[in-house]
C-alpha cells in the first residue's frame, strides 16, 4: 500500500513562500509603525512650539499698539484711542490665555506677564476722569511707569520667544536625532528581515534539495551495481520515489543476481566440454594413441588455439556479469605497480615479435598502489594485446610510468591504425569494435576494453584513450597511490 503524502512538495513551497512574504511584510509595518509614531510626535512638538513662537511674537506686536493708542489717547484724551487700546488689551489676554493653556512649562513667566499687563491696563484713566493733584506732575510720573512695565512685559515676551525659539531648536535636533536611530533601527531590521526570510527560505529549500541529492546518490550507486536501501527523511513526492527507486533497486538485483547464476551455469557447461576437447587434442598432440603427421599436428594446434580463445572469452564474459551483477571482489593489497606492468610487458614481447612490432617500457620508481595485482595483471595484459592486434607490421609500442598530482599513471601507446573520435565514447561498450577494425584482420570478442574499464573504475580509477586516425592511440590508466605511499606521491613528479 503506497505511503500517504503528509506535505507536498507544492504545498511546501507555498507554505514557504507564505512564510518569507509575511515576515518581510511584518518588518515593513513595523518599519512604517515606527516612522508614523516620530513623525507623529515630531509635529505635534513642532506645531505646539511654532504656534506658541507665532503668538508671542504677535503679543509683542499688540503690545506695542497698546503703547501707542495709549500715548494718543494721554495726549488727544480722544475715546477712540481708549478703545483701540481696550480693543489691543483684549486680543492681547486672549493671546495669553491660550499660551497659559498650552504651556504649562512656562506658567511663571506668562502669568507674571498677565500680571504686569492687567496692572498697566488700570493705569490709563477712563474718559471723563482726571487725576488728583497738579495736571501735569501725575502724567509725567504715570508715563514713567507705564514705560517701565511696558519694557518689562516686552522683555517677558522676549525670553519666551528665545525659550520657544531654543525649544524649537532643541525638538529639531531631537528629531534628527531619532531620525537617525530610526534609519539605524530600520536598517538592522530590514537586515534582520532579510536575514530570517533567508533562513527560513534555506531551511524550506533543503527539506526538498536535500532528499533529492540522496536519490541522485543512490541511482549513481545502483548504477554502478550497488543496491543498498535508499533511506530519506521527507514526508512529501520524494519519499513516494524513494520507495519506488527502492522497489526498483531490488528488482535488479533479483535480475542481476538471477544473470550472474545463468552466467556462472553456461560458464561451467561450456568448460567440461572445453576441458574433454583440451584432453582429448594433448593425448593425440603426445601421440599417445598414434602416431599424427605434420598436418594433423597443425589441425591440432589450431583446435588448441580456438579452444583457448573460447575458454578466454568465457571468463571474461563471466567477469563482465560479476562486475554488472555488484558481485566482482578484489582482493587488495599494496602492489608495485611498475613490476605487474613489466612484468605484462614481457609477456607481450612473444606476441609481438611475431609482427616485428617493438616493445619499450619507461618507469621511473613510483609509489604502491592499494589494488588487486591478478586483475590489473588483466588490464595490462588486455592493454598490450589489442595496442599488438591493432598495430600494423614492423610497428611500436611504448608503456610509460608515471606519477603526478598523488595518482600513478599508466599509458600504452602505439602506432597502430587509430580510432575515429565520433567513435572514442562507445569503445568500451560490450561487443563493439572499431569501424576500421577489420584493417588488420584481426578477430575480437569486443569484450576486453569493456573489462578494462570496470576494473579500473572498480579500483577508484580512471581511463583514457586519445587516438588519430592512421597514426595511432593512447590509453592511460589512472590509479590512486596507497595510503601508506601518500608522502612519497607528495614529491613524485611527471617523468615522461
Same mark, same amino acid.
Given at each position: ?24 511584510? %511584518? ?28 503668538? /508671542?511674537?504677535?503679543?509683542? #506686536? *499688540?503690545?506695542? =499698539? ?38 504649562? $512649562? ?7 506677564? !498677565? ?23 501725575? =502724567? ?13 512685559? =516686552? ?13 524649537? =531648536? ?25 536575514? %530570517? ?45 524513494? $520507495? ?40 593425440? %598432440? ?13 589441425? &591440432? ?40 606492468? /613489466? ?40 592493454? &598490450?594485446? +589489442? ?23 599508466? #599509458? ?6 587509430? *580510432? !575515429?573520435? $565520433?567513435?572514442?565514447? +562507445? ?9 576500421? #577494425? ?23 580509477? !580512471? ?18 597511490? /596507497? $595510503? !601508506? ?12
Amino acid at each position: 500500500m503506497p505511503r500517504r503524502v503528509k506535505l507536498t512538495i507544492h504545498r511546501k513551497m507555498i507554505i514557504g513562500f507564505a512564510v518569507v512574504i509575511c515576515i518581510m511584510i %511584518a518588518g515593513h509595518l513595523y518599519l512604517l509603525y515606527e516612522f508614523q509614531a516620530l513623525s507623529n510626535e515630531a509635529q505635534t512638538t513642532l506645531n505646539m512650539e511654532v504656534k506658541a513662537l507665532d503668538i /508671542a511674537k504677535r503679543m509683542r #506686536a *499688540i503690545l506695542g =499698539d497698546e503703547e501707542e493708542h495709549t500715548r494718543k489717547y494721554l495726549i488727544t484724551r480722544d475715546p477712540v484711542y481708549y478703545d483701540l487700546f481696550q480693543d489691543a488689551s483684549r486680543k492681547f489676554q486672549q493671546l495669553l490665555g491660550s499660551l497659559i493653556r498650552t504651556e504649562a $512649562e512656562r506658567g511663571n513667566t506668562l502669568h507674571q506677564v !498677565a500680571d504686569r499687563h492687567q496692572r498697566l491696563s488700570r493705569t490709563l484713566p477712563e474718559p471723563g476722569k482726571t487725576a488728583t493733584g497738579a495736571a501735569d506732575a501725575p =502724567d509725567t510720573i504715570e508715563d514713567g511707569a507705564r514705560n517701565e512695565q511696558v519694557e518689562s512685559i =516686552d522683555r517677558l515676551l522676549t525670553s519666551l520667544i528665545r525659550l520657544n525659539q531654543m525649544s524649537i =531648536d532643541s525638538s529639531m535636533a531631537t528629531f534628527m536625532e531619532s531620525t537617525r536611530r530610526a534609519k539605524l533601527v530600520a536598517a538592522a531590521l530590514t537586515l534582520l528581515t532579510i536575514l %530570517a526570510a533567508s533562513a527560513a527560505a534555506w531551511m524550506i529549500a533543503r527539506t526538498i534539495t536535500r532528499p533529492i541529492a540522496t536519490l541522485v546518490w543512490a541511482t549513481r550507486r545502483i548504477g554502478q551495481g550497488r543496491f543498498d536501501p535508499i533511506r530519506v527523511r521527507s514526508h512529501d513526492e520524494t519519499a513516494l520515489l524513494a $520507495e519506488s527507486i527502492n522497489d526498483m533497486s531490488a528488482q535488479l538485483k533479483k535480475i542481476n543476481e538471477a544473470k550472474a547464476d545463468l552466467m556462472h551455469q553456461i560458464v561451467h557447461e561450456l568448460r567440461n566440454p572445453l576441458q574433454i576437447i583440451f584432453f582429448a587434442r594433448n593425448l593425440l %598432440a603426445e601421440q599417445e594413441v598414434g602416431r599424427i603427421n605434420a598436418k594433423q599436428g597443425e589441425m &591440432l594446434d589450431l583446435i588448441g588455439w580456438n579452444a583457448e580463445k573460447l575458454m578466454s572469452f568465457t571468463d571474461q564474459f563471466l567477469d563482465l556479469a560479476k562486475v554488472e551483477a555488484g558481485m566482482m571482489e578484489y582482493r587488495r593489497a599494496p602492489v608495485n605497480l611498475v613490476g605487474i606492468v /613489466a612484468r605484462a610487458v614481457e609477456d607481450a614481447r612473444a606476441l609481438a615479435a611475431r609482427k616485428d612490432i617493438s616493445i619499450k617500457l619507461s618507469s621511473e620508481p613510483a609509489p604502491r598502489t592499494f589494488a588487486d595485482g591478478v586483475k590489473l595483471s588483466q588490464v595490462f595484459g588486455n592493454l &598490450l594485446s +589489442n595496442a599488438i592486434k591493432y598495430t600494423e607490421q614492423g610497428g611500436s609500442v611504448a608503456v610509460a610510468i608515471f606519477c603526478f598530482d598523488r595518482k600513478i599513471y599508466v #599509458a600504452v601507446k602505439d602506432s597502430g591504425i587509430g *580510432i !575515429a573520435a $565520433e567513435e572514442l565514447p +562507445n569503445l568500451f561498450t560490450k561487443f563493439y569494435q572499431a569501424a576500421n #577494425a577489420s584493417k588488420t584482420h584481426a578477430k575480437g570478442t569486443g569484450l576486453g576494453l569493456a573489462l578494462v574499464k570496470a576494473f579500473v573504475e572498480g579500483h577508484g580509477g !580512471a581511463l583514457y584513450v586519445t587516438s588519430t586516425i592512421g597514426v595511432g592511440s593512447t590509453f592511460t590508466v589512472e590509479l590512486p597511490v /596507497a $595510503e !601508506a605511499d601518500q608522502v612519497a606521491a607528495v614529491n613524485c613528479e611527471q617523468t615522461v
